[in-house]
């Protein structure tokens, strides 16, 4: 794991300084709500229905059990003791007091986190593969670049008043787990025909309100020219990017505009100006990398004894290690979700004292390192298949073993209109009645891979566009109603969603989605997901499950 | 019938207008039959600002014989998030928390939607 130096921490320690000043004069009168709102939301400060609410920036959803203590500490001191990870592998509290805020970030800064760059028009923080440095797949360690990233971002000054919010990706797998073709910049890691390392570069990707699948403009970018070739796109942006309406200010809209062949020449021909000179000298990248060196594993064998008794006499386990438990590169490791979706639970919730018991287990049993995904899991990328038994009963004892990774009641959902003060509809509900609904193991694992993304608004924070099954909250006419879109992908086939038909009232989701399930179960081929289901079949099947009565 | 809302600068939480002073239950809340008369306290309200942050009314309809939001987020932001109903003002219990969290018919709040407007 990257460690702060000095530099770093003074760096924090004077920016916390800095925001208890601003609040004390917000408070005497001496700044506006105005003038003070745009200094807050730098902090990731916002005022929602309730309370204030904190959104701490997890960088590429990495923690060590420290920081997760710490957590699990200010939710018990300053919030009502639990947090809500998010879809860009945030932690939010939702009942912060502005009096507390400059301590809490005191507390954040005492192990190395901050809430710096989780709002406002800036580089927000960079998503990476959480299986990164564990899963065999990867062609590097995409944290290295992440990292890399993250220290050119972090508040540069050309870059932090841009026309809008901007959100960057890195993966180094076949399979996408970042969701990179949905950012404003996904970064795969590829490997040249000589062997060398670089980037695809996928740009103008995006959800929200004009949902758009990103597109390559460099096939193969050399790895140590990223971020020379970044900042001229940031370039290209910040100078053509539309700043008189937010909602025309994302780059999608730009690449969108300009055609991806033109944004891409005038990359190029500003990358050609700039030359390399804002480049990483190599010295620099291996100081980075060193941060990231392997973890040091055991020499085992790939089947463990221990493990493979543990699962023939428990049930349990045996589903747990079917849905949770993926492989490792390290013969005899695996990597352990840490299911965050119990059914009938919030989303992406946890409490200080499931906080805790993660971040035991990942001193015990997983060496000190904690992930959070964007799909609102954890995940402790290097365990023993000995100890699995024994991480599973620590989990399952905290509520927290739910096999249910990828299928239907692993669902994102957005805070909505329970707490989000932008939302038109709730979220969390929907995401439990249809996991109660499903709340059968046997059944869930029957069905398979299905994605379920609810968002309480079109700014699309539960991913609505590219769940298998998305689910969007409307206002109709003061009632809540869900919009239903079918065939989304966030992953290397990543698509927007199709529209099912006319929105449905809360009463009927999760019973359409039963029937979605249903359609699916009668049509699919072989060994087809429910995606690849209905990209055969098209919507037609589904839709008239579902609105039959209509008819 | 309206009442007067804001979130108080301090802490975020939830407040309501009442003759001169901020209460935190939506059950003592002011009612304003009178436009002109809630119109004015939030024209007053606007100059608290170290009290609290974007004062605006809320239009109210008639719950089993109490008061409530007619907009649903309004009846969210008086009970607390309704997935966790011992958090916010709901926990405390009462019959106006009973007729908000039985209370149908939901709309835009109006004046939140005013309050976006003049942004």
Same mark, same amino acid.
């Given at each position: 794991m990257y460690q702060y130096d000095a530099i770093d921490k003074d760096f924090l320690a004077d920016r916390s300084a800095e925001f208890r000043g601003q609040v004390a004069r917000r408070l005497a009168g001496e700044l506006s709500e105005d003038q003070f709102k745009p200094l807050r939301l730098m902090n990731g400060l916002y005022l929602q229905l309730h309370a204030y609410m904190l959104r701490i920036a997890i960088p590429y959803g990495s923690l060590n059990p420290t920081q997760m203590r710490k957590l699990a500490e200010i939710s018990r001191t300053y919030d009502k003791g639990y947090g809500h990870f998010t879809t860009r592998t945030n932690l939010q509290f939702h009942w912060i007091k502005l009096k507390d805020a400059p301590d809490i970030l005191d507390a954040l800064a005492s192990v190395d986190m901050h809430a710096i760059q989780?709002? &406002?028009n800036c580089i927000r923080n960079v998503t990476a593969d959480p299986y990164a440095g564990a899963? *065999? +797949? +990867?062609?590097?360690?995409p944290r290295v670049w992440a990292e890399a990233i993250r220290q050119w971002s972090t508040v540069h000054p050309e870059f932090s008043w841009l026309p809008r919010k901007f959100k960057i990706a890195v993966t180094a797998s076949v399979k996408d787990r970042t969701a990179a073709r949905v950012h404003d910049i996904g970064l795969a890691i590829r490997r040249g025909r000589d062997g060398a390392l670089g980037f695809e570069v996928m740009v103008g990707g995006g959800l929200g309100r004009t949902p758009y699948v990103g597109s390559?403009?460099? !096939?193969?970018?050399? *790895? %140590?020219r990223l971020v020379s070739y970044l900042e001229a796109i940031l370039r290209v942006y910040n100078r053509l990017g539309r700043r008189d309406n937010s909602n025309k200010a994302r780059i999608k809209i730009l690449v969108a505009t300009l055609g991806a062949e033109e944004f891409a020449r005038q990359v190029e021909a500003e990358w050609e100006k700039a030359g390399d000179a804002s480049d990483l000298p190599d010295t620099e990248l291996a100081r980075i990398r060193a941060a990231f060196a392997p973890t040091r594993f055991e020499t085992l064998t790939a089947r463990s004894e221990a493990f493979e008794a543990a699962k023939a006499t428990s049930p349990a386990l045996a589903r747990f290690a079917r849905n949770n438990l993926k492989p490792h590169k390290q013969p005899g490791y695996g990597i352990v979700e840490v299911s965050? %979706? *119990?059914? &009938?639970a919030t989303p992406g919730d946890a409490n200080a004292e499931q906080m805790e018991v993660v971040a035991d287990l990942a001193e015990r049993y997983g060496q000190g390192d904690i992930r959070v995904t964007h799909e609102q899991n954890l995940v402790l990328p290097h365990v023993k298949l000995d100890d699995v038994a024994a991480v599973h009963a620590a989990l399952a004892a905290a509520e927290l073993a739910t096999p249910n990774m990828g299928l239907v009641s692993d669902i994102i959902a957005c805070p909505g209109l329970d707490y989000c003060a932008l939302a038109n509809a709730r979220a969390i509900p929907i995401a439990q009645h249809i996991a109660e609904r499903f709340a059968d193991p046997d059944r869930a694992e029957a069905v398979g891979e299905l994605k379920i993304k609810i968002s &309480?608004?079109?700014? *699309?924070c539960g991913h609505h566009h590219i769940g298998h099954i998305g689910i969007l909250g409307v206002d109709k006419k003061g009632e809540e109603f869900y919009q239903l879109t079918l065939g989304g992908s966030g992953a290397e086939d990543a698509a927007v969603g199709q529209m099912l038909g006319p929105a449905l009232p809360a009463n009927r989701v999760a019973e359409a989605v039963d029937q979605l399930v249903e359609v699916y179960l009668r049509e699919?081929? &072989? +060994? !087809?997901r429910f995606l690849d289901t209905f990209r055969r079949t098209g919507v037609s099947p589904f839709k008239e499950a579902v609105y039959a009565d209509a008819h | 019938m309206r009442a007067l809302t804001a979130n108080r600068l301090i802490d975020g939480e939830v407040v309501f207008w009442t003759d001169g002073r901020w209460v935190e239950r939506f059950a003592e809340a002011q009612l304003f039959a009178d436009d002109e008369a809630g119109e004015a306290a939030e024209a007053h309200a606007k100059t608290e600002v170290t009290t609290v942050v974007e004062p605006y009314l809320i239009d109210l309809i008639d719950a089993e014989g109490i008061w409530a939001p007619l907009s649903y987020r309004e009846r969210i932001r008086a009970l607390g998030p309704p997935n966790h109903h011992d958090h916010g003002k709901q926990a405390e219990g009462g019959a106006v928390v009973e007729a908000l969290l039985n209370a149908h018919g939901a709309a835009r709040s109006t004046g939140r939607v005013n309050l976006i407007k003049r942004k």
């Open positions: 989780t709002s &406002g899963t *065999a +797949e +990867e062609l590097d360690d390559t403009i460099r !096939e193969f970018l050399p *790895a %140590k965050l %979706k *119990a059914i &009938g &309480g608004c079109i700014n *699309a699919r081929q &072989g +060994e !087809e | -």
